[in-house]
């Protein structure tokens, strides 16, 4: 099975390059998360500030406790709604589900999490696509630099008007209440760019990479549709066996140590999540998918004061996708003749395609 390239060769728990440091090990890369005060987030000012503006990613305490709280129970909130969750999903397996084939990335995975933020949001329907789009342009900042400079001025201009709407006449969504919160335009605007590629890009990749662990491990799959409890179970282990983000920075406010390491004040610090969640040294067979292994712990979404804010609404919608998907097809299966699936992606990861066969459930 394709797995992420931690399988060929292990790295060190902690190397020290320079003045860069990396961090493979689980132990050693949960210390980091969880010390804000000595890894700060600031090194993001530079990385994804001038295309995100001012988020929470590179806010540290006691500001970025200030900023989560405003918007965090709002999203909570809005997130939490299942009802809302299975009418996306059931409306875009209705679409597919009498062919006897689809292929799930492009057909599903890659599309609802985006109409479930437009939801949340309370936008038009029909302008999920070109949400999609900024979102893959906003997180491929590294690669086209304008290009995401000009998604981030496509999306302050059009929240700039959804904003200037809700405010004249608040409506039942995130929108209304954010702006009811103490937060200036350029802070919404901010969390609603960060909003995108964390609501949209890591659910996708998230549920995708679920259904690529299951349909790729037949006999689990089985397990699975029998135990509906295994779901959330399967969900942990996917993101251990393959997080969505490989990897994500932190900076030594000042000299410090990790693990049996000195770390210099001002190192950059990369911490590999996807080479902890298979730290040999937590993890027997840490290579292969097995949810019926009997720790799941992971750092797939951080950990920490930083840990994701949509982790919550990741594991609610994935769940509701492969329930349905269970409810409705049977004999639910990998159509090979059409193309073996592999895990691609270096930065994000994420199946690069689902092709299925099945049989509709007759009720």
Avoid: K
């Avoid at 980091?32 to 700060?40: E, H, Q, W, Y």
């Avoid at 949400?131 to 496509?154: H, M, T």
């Amino acid at each position: 099975m394709a797995g992420s390239p931690v399988q060929s060769q292990r790295a060190a728990p902690v190397r020290v390059d320079g003045g860069l440091v990396t961090v493979a090990g689980f132990d050693e890369c949960l210390a980091v998360l969880r010390d804000g005060r000595t890894f700060s987030t600031t090194v993001y000012e530079g990385v994804v500030g001038p295309v995100m503006g001012r988020t929470m990613l590179q806010l540290d305490d006691p500001d970025h406790r200030v900023h989560r709280a405003m918007v965090s129970p709002a999203f909570r909130r809005r997130t939490l709604d299942q009802v809302m969750v299975h009418e996306v999903v059931d409306g875009l397996v209705d679409g597919f589900g009498d062919r006897g084939r689809a292929t799930l990335v492009t057909d599903l995975t890659s599309v609802f999490p985006v109409q479930v933020i437009a939801r949340i949001l309370g936008l038009p329907p029909g302008d999920d696509v070109r949400f999609r789009r900024w979102a893959v342009e906003l997180i491929g900042v590294a690669d086209n630099w304008d290009r995401a400079v000009a998604a981030s001025g496509a999306l302050a201009g059009y929240f700039a008007g959804v904003l200037a709407a809700r405010r004249r006449r608040p409506r039942d969504d995130l929108v209304s209440e954010l702006a009811a919160q103490d937060l200036g335009d350029d802070d919404i605007f901010a969390f609603l760019r960060l909003l995108l590629p964390a609501g949209v890009e890591t659910t996708y990749r998230a549920s995708g990479t679920l259904l690529y662990a299951l349909l790729t491990h037949p006999e689990q799959l089985a397990a699975v549709r029998a135990d509906r409890s295994l779901v959330p179970v399967a969900f942990e282990e996917a993101i251990r066996w393959e997080p969505p983000v490989t990897a994500i920075l932190r900076r030594a406010t000042t000299d410090a140590r990790i693990g049996d390491v000195d770390v210099p004040a001002g190192a950059d610090v990369v911490l590999l999540l996807g080479e902890a969640n298979r730290d040999p040294r937590r993890y027997p067979r840490p290579d292969r998918f097995d949810l019926f292994r009997p720790d799941h712990q992971h750092v797939g979404f951080g950990g920490g004061a930083h840990a994701c804010l949509g982790m919550h609404l990741a594991r609610l919608e994935a769940g509701v996708a492969v329930n349905t998907l269970l409810d409705r097809f049977g004999d639910l299966r990998l159509d090979l003749d059409r193309a073996t699936p592999v895990m691609e992606g270096t930065s994000f990861r994420s199946p690069d395609r689902l092709p299925v066969l099945y049989s509709a459930v007759q009720n």
